[in-house]
């Protein structure tokens, strides 16, 4: 069984910054991982995502402020986040997306979600 836990989420004032961790647990070699977020009233969206390889895509509300890097070996990802504004106020949720060993099919994983809320 495959399970993604997040944390670093909270409150922050504008202008601040917060960096959020994902650790993927379970047998399971992974491709991609990455980060989404949902606001309230809004669909879930893509925030940033990065290969094995190192390759990353940002959502062009976040290119320049916010930061996604990985630690292959330990199967975590990091999304750090600086210069947030309110308007980044959502539940952060970690993607991963890769096989299981166990079955030998792809699949993808979702966290449970972290709140992250921008506020003065």
């Known amino acids: 069984q495959v399970q993604l836990v997040e944390s670093g989420g909270g409150l922050v004032q504008p202008g601040g910054s917060l960096r959020l961790s994902c650790a993927a647990s379970?047998?399971?070699?992974?491709?991609?991982m990455g980060w989404y977020r949902q606001a309230p009233w809004k669909q879930r969206e893509l925030v940033a995502l990065?290969?094995?390889?190192?390759?990353?895509n940002y959502a062009d509300s976040v290119k320049g402020r916010f930061t996604i890097s990985r630690d292959n070996a330990k199967n975590t990802v990091f999304l750090q986040m600086n210069s947030l504004k309110p308007e980044d106020t959502a539940v952060y949720y970690c993607n991963a997306y890769g096989r299981t060993y166990s079955s030998g099919g792809y699949g993808t994983y979702w966290g449970q979600g972290t709140q992250v809320t921008v506020s003065s």
């Open positions: 990065i290969t094995t390889g190192g390759v990353t």
């Open positions: 379970g047998s399971i070699s992974i491709n991609v």
